[in-house]
């Protein structure tokens, strides 16, 4: 029986002898520009049949490239033709037109009732009140520092999250600065440590991660003097130290060498050459106590500025031996930011952005309810960062105990980004994370600031509209019970009851859940277990 690949392979040869044919003719007429591209087509096809990387080729040439054309943009064809409105990955596409109706100011309601399944299991809504408060009395700011800080920070209840210059490019970076400045909220600086086009006059909350970079020695170890410089400069407003991240937990950053040019390798006092990994631990530190009693004396070589860490939960004992070291030292930072394990912007290895961290609600219910149990939430306020777009999920993750919220990709989408899925290859389409200057040469900051503006004060009037809709006037007083979820289609829950919720200091007082004490028994604030 005639097959489909014989009847492929058939016409593949029939096509060259075809092409040997023309390419005589051709040569005859003195048509020779036809002729020489024929000679190329007949190379190709000689060179196909013996190269020794590609089974296909070598079957089938010329038409075997087809195939790898087809490979080539089949994400492009599934994106624009195929996919439905919610069936993309992170974000699906009417998340994303969301965030480019708010972001170019376009309309952004919806006519004829919820498409959304009510009666689904999963689906969540607030409690609204029959007595709503007006959205010009609700507080929306908070601020950031406790009894141990000298210089506090009021702080957006939406802010920028940490993406660093050489992940992304130097005109993204100014158009997210400036647009900070025109939306009154931080940029994270990531961990790529700060640059000319950090400096646009937006506030700045300065990370430090694992390699140090912006304040490293010639041996990649922390120096306090070139801290304590940086530190000073008045634009920084907080400083973040990066345990570890959403996409890539115990792992270290990753900075391909395609991305880093000599500006990049100036900033960060690194090689040009060769890929930049950054350490999956800190060398200041080896223990909850000694992480402390660093982020204190930091907190004193910068002046007195709000300090924090930042991390992916891992194991539970870890995090509550930090606790027990906060208990035993008194040293308390002045926020930790939470990063769920669904975060990430750029290049991580597979098994980690899909298998290791926590997620995002499951961190935070933990953190917050150690805190509480502990008795020292009220030192500390919690950030928290990993596919917030809208104000409902501004509002769901305030409700479950964060203070404050982050955003990356969506402040990423809000400047043009496709989700092209290419920010690992220095082949970003929209100009955001690459350092290809053609590339960045479609990026007009001047103009995606004004989106970011507009994407952030959108998604902020949304968020206190929620909160006065449920009848609150100050968005700490969300709690797990104004949230509710359908568990199935004929049971619902509030989450106040869907999890262990501790009471104050019921660690301390031994009346906390079974669960917690073999937890809490657990934890050491000497190491990390």
Not at 343 to 364: I, K, Q, S, Y
Request: glycine content about 8%.
């Amino acid at each position: 029986m005639i097959q489909a690949r014989h009847l492929a392979i058939t016409a593949a040869y029939t096509i060259a002898l075809g092409l040997i044919v023309l390419l005589f003719y051709l040569w005859h007429q003195n048509l020779h520009w036809f002729a020489i591209m024929f000679i190329g087509l007949a190379a190709l096809i000689i060179y196909d049949r013996y190269q020794t990387q590609h089974a296909i080729l070598r079957n089938f040439p010329i038409i075997g490239h087809l195939r790898f054309l087809m490979e080539m943009i089949r994400p492009e064809i599934h994106q624009y033709f195929i996919a439905s409105d919610l069936d993309e990955k992170p974000f699906n596409r009417k998340t994303r037109a969301l965030i480019y109706q708010r972001a170019k100011q376009q309309t952004d309601t919806i006519p004829f009732g919820s498409d959304q399944d009510l009666l689904a299991p999963g689906y969540e809504w607030v409690l609204h009140s029959l007595k709503p408060c007006p959205i010009d009395q609700i507080n929306a700011r908070i601020t950031i520092g406790n009894q141990q800080c000298q210089k506090p920070y009021s702080a957006s209840r939406l802010n920028i999250s940490a993406m660093s210059f050489g992940a992304l490019s130097a005109p993204a970076i100014i158009a997210l600065n400036q647009g900070a400045k025109l939306s009154s909220c931080y940029h994270n600086t990531g961990e790529g440590s700060i640059s000319d086009y950090h400096l646009q006059g937006g506030d700045l909350v300065w990370q430090i991660g694992t390699g140090y970079f912006g304040t490293r020695d010639t041996n990649g170890k922390f120096d306090p003097k070139k801290f304590e410089d940086q530190a000073a400069n008045p634009v920084i407003k907080m400083i973040e130290i990066k345990l570890s991240q959403g996409a890539k937990p115990a792992h270290g950053g990753i900075l391909p060498k395609e991305k880093i040019t000599p500006e990049i390798a100036k900033i960060r006092h690194i090689p040009l050459d060769q890929d930049v990994l950054s350490p999956p631990a800190h060398t200041t530190f080896n223990s909850p106590t000694s992480l402390l009693e660093w982020l204190a004396s930091c907190r004193n070589l910068a002046g007195g500025k709000p300090i924090g860490f930042k991390l992916c939960l891992g194991k539970p004992t870890e995090f509550l031996g930090i606790v027990k070291a906060m208990l035993a030292t008194e040293i308390y930072p002045d926020f930790i930011t939470i990063d769920g394990a669904e975060g990430g912007t750029g290049a991580a290895p597979v098994e980690f952005t899909n298998r290791v961290g926590t997620p995002l609600n499951d961190a935070l219910l933990l953190i917050h309810n150690a805190l509480i149990g502990a008795g020292i939430r009220e030192h500390i306020k919690l950030i928290v960062s990993g596919k917030i777009v809208t104000g409902f999920d501004m509002t769901y993750k305030i409700a479950l105990g964060a203070d404050i919220c982050q955003s990356a990709r969506a402040m990423m989408m809000a400047l043009g980004c496709i989700q092209s899925k290419q920010c690992n290859l220095n082949t970003c389409p929209t100009g955001i994370a690459t350092q290809n200057k053609r590339l960045q040469y479609g990026l007009v900051p001047e103009a995606k600031k004004h989106r970011v503006f507009y994407y952030h004060q959108a998604t902020i009037h949304n968020f206190l509209s929620i909160v006065g809709a449920i009848g609150l006037s100050d968005p700490s007083d969300l709690k797990p019970q104004h949230i509710m979820r359908r568990m199935a289609t004929n049971q619902i829950s509030d989450y106040q009851h869907q999890f262990e919720n501790l009471n104050p200091q019921s660690l301390l007082d031994r009346q906390a859940p079974k669960s917690w004490l073999n937890l809490w028994d657990q934890a050491s604030a000497d190491k990390f277990c």
